[in-house]
């Protein structure tokens, strides 16, 4: 027997929220992990360093997601049109992260020697259930950049699917001067893991 209309979108949006749910489960099981190697599905398109990075061709990259809200400190931020035309760097991370910790510093070291060249650092605070933590995460390891307060990870669902992605926490991903997403990194960060990211970037014309 055929749904009726009502019915029908009843059903769509519970299919819908359910694979919302499923894919928040997938990240926050992969949360404070060193980094899965990514998956073959994925294609040819990017290619896997050495070091865990894996990069797009400039041909073969996919628009960033619109990322806007509340920041940790209660500032609004919208990511493109703050940053449009910039290198932007996207750091997933959450205060009870132990690999966040550690790269911490790598962070905020390489956010202050590259903002002069055209590079902005951003970072999406996820899991935390209040912004106390996060605030403390950052006056702590002297972050001189804004984090979006995404607890739930909805901002982590805009990405698209089969594109460098966020797949653990912490992640880092680097989006081109063109708003594409060009690189990413799952788990902690190094400073010359960073550099070797972001400076090909910066030499593309």
């Known amino acids: 027997m055929a749904l009726t209309r009502p019915l029908r979108r009843t059903a769509l949006r519970r299919a819908a929220q359910l694979g919302a749910v499923v894919a928040v489960s997938a990240l926050a099981l992969s949360a404070c992990g060193s980094g899965a190697k990514v998956s073959s599905s994925q294609g040819s398109r990017y290619v896997t360093s050495s070091s865990g990075i ?3 061709g400039k041909g073969g990259r996919q628009s960033a997601p619109e990322l806007s809200g509340k920041t940790v400190d209660g500032r609004t931020l919208d990511v493109d049109s703050a940053y449009r035309g910039k290198i932007v760097v996207l750091n997933v991370w959450g205060s009870w ?3 966040c910790r550690a790269e911490a510093g790598n962070l905020a070291k390489v956010s202050r020697d590259l903002k002069a ?3 902005e650092f951003v970072g999406i605070n996820t899991r935390d259930t209040s912004t106390g933590p996060a605030k403390a995460f950052e006056k702590s390891y002297d972050v001189p950049y ?3 307060y995404d607890p739930s990870g909805k901002l982590l669902l805009r990405f698209p ?3 460098l992605n966020p797949q653990s926490i912490p992640s880092t991903v680097v989006v081109d001067r063109d708003g594409k ?3 990413r990194k799952a788990g902690g960060v190094e400073e010359d893991t960073l550099r ?3 400076d090909p970037l910066i030499a593309e014309k």
């Open 117 to 119: 060249k055209g590079v």
């Open 196 to 198: 070797k990211m972001i």
């Open 97 to 99: 992260c132990p690999p």
């Open 161 to 163: 699917a089969g594109s």
């Open 54 to 56: 894996v990069t797009a």
């Open 181 to 183: 997403i060009a690189a």
């Open 146 to 148: 804004p984090s979006l």
